[in-house]
């Protein structure tokens, strides 16, 4: 038997379209960049790709740095939560973003958090291009 997941109707939170291969996350090195004590955010606009609807696509690094593999998760899952309930209104739907996480993303409060990845988001927008 199948199991099937149903996804509450109007939930704030939504699922988070991520990059999968290397080659895409290393594409965004070469965007706009944005730290913060917490993260730091990587962007860089898409022009190849023409299937699909466009959305906003994010890739989530946290190296072995940052904590043991539980902390890591933990902050993964923060991440994602946080880009889930911001990406709608701050992100642009031809973007691909990679958001490298920092050890105070485990501690920081969550709207802190969300806080900083608007402010960055608008940032990453705004800043030219830089050349590698």
């Known amino acids: ?5 149903a ?5 704030s939170s939504s699922r988070v379209t991520t990059l999968k291969k290397r080659s895409e996350f290393q ?6 960049r944005w730290a913060t004590p917490a993260f730091v955010l990587e962007a860089k606009e898409r022009q190849e790709e023409g299937h699909g609807p466009p959305e ?4 989530f690094t946290v190296t ?8 890591r998760n933990r902050i993964r899952r923060r991440l994602k939560a946080a880009v889930g309930g911001v990406a709608a209104e701050h992100a642009k739907a031809d973007f ?4 490298i996480a920092r050890r105070p993303a485990l501690t920081a409060e969550f709207a802190g958090l969300v806080s900083e990845l ?10 030219p291009a830089r050349a590698r």
């Open 1 to 5: 038997m199948a199991k099937t997941q």
């Open 7 to 11: 996804k509450a109707p109007g939930s």
């Open 27 to 32: 594409r965004v090195r070469k965007g706009a």
């Open 56 to 59: 906003p696509r994010f890739g």
């Open 64 to 71: 072995r740095r940052v904590g043991k593999a539980v902390e």
């Open 96 to 99: 691909d973003y990679v958001l």
């Open 118 to 127: 608007v402010k960055a988001m608008g940032r990453v927008h705004r800043a």
